[in-house]
T-cell receptor
Framework: EAQVTQNPRYLITVTGKKLTVTCSQN?????MSWYRQDPGLGLRQIYY???????DKGDVPEGYKVSRKEKRNFPLILESPSPNQTSLYFC?????????????FGPGTRLTVL | GESVGLHLPTLSVQEGDNSIINCAYS??????FIWYKQESGKGPQFIID?????DKRQGQRVTVLLNKTVKHLSLQIAATQPGDSAVYFC?????????????FGTGTRLKVLA
């Protein structure tokens, strides 16, 4: 089944404790992206990657890092999480970085930073 | 379920009736628009898209209307079913062909009454 998977689905952590949220897609997609979703706000893009070893900042990159060492995986790294990073995170992928390519979203990761 | 739906405008519709969900977009230069459906605890799911050179596009039980004059997008769902209950939001691509950044709306919650 074609899908985007994220792990963990739920995570409660404390300020400053480094964490990684994994994202994997099995569709051989070139483009991958991370979003956060907060009440009253639309999805906001954190980072995106157009292909292996090519990443760039989205609209809200502060406090996050990403890597794209292989095509299928695009982990999101929070080196020193803070409470304002408490949010619902979605990973998405599309075949290419074209405006009309459908983005497929993962199921989300609910992160709480205490 | 996830809490991103708090404080969203809600549309309540009787099962079998038609639903109309509206979206005002922000950028007059946007040339591509998407409607997403997000069920509780899941990631956004593509429903239908439309390019700016069209006024209307139909899918299975769904129709998207685009009014560029007033920067307004609507999603019509025919014969609404309980499975249509979800949060619906629009996205616009403000960057023109070949770009891949989106502005996402905050969404409308659709409740289908039995």
């Amino acid at each position: 089944e074609a899908q985007v998977t994220q792990n963990p689905r739920y995570l409660i952590t404390v300020t400053g404790k480094k964490l990684t949220v994994t994202c994997s897609q099995n569709m051989n997609h070139e483009y991958m992206s991370w979003y956060r979703q907060d009440p009253g706000l639309g999805l906001r893009q954190i980072y995106y990657s157009m292909n292996v070893e090519v990443t760039d900042k989205g609209d809200v990159p502060e406090g996050y890092k990403v890597s794209r060492k292989e095509k299928r995986n695009f982990p999101l790294i929070l080196e020193s999480p803070s409470p304002n990073q408490t949010s619902l995170y979605f990973c998405a992928s599309s075949l290419q970085a074209a405006s009309t390519d459908t983005q497929y979203f993962g199921p989300g990761t609910r992160l709480t930073v205490l | 379920g996830e809490s991103v739906g708090l404080h969203l405008p809600t549309l309540s519709v009787q099962e079998g009736d038609n639903s109309i969900i509206n979206c005002a977009y922000s950028n007059s230069a946007s040339d591509y628009f998407i409607w997403y459906k997000q069920e509780s605890g899941k990631g956004p799911q593509f429903i239908i898209d439309i390019r700016s050179n069209m006024d209307k596009r139909q899918g299975q039980r769904v129709t998207v209307l685009l009014n560029k004059t007033v920067k307004h997008l609507s999603l019509q769902i025919a014969a609404t079913q309980p499975g249509d209950s979800a949060v619906y939001f629009c996205a616009e691509n403000p960057g023109g062909p070949g770009t891949y950044k989106y502005i996402f709306g905050t969404g409308t919650r659709l409740k289908v009454l039995a």
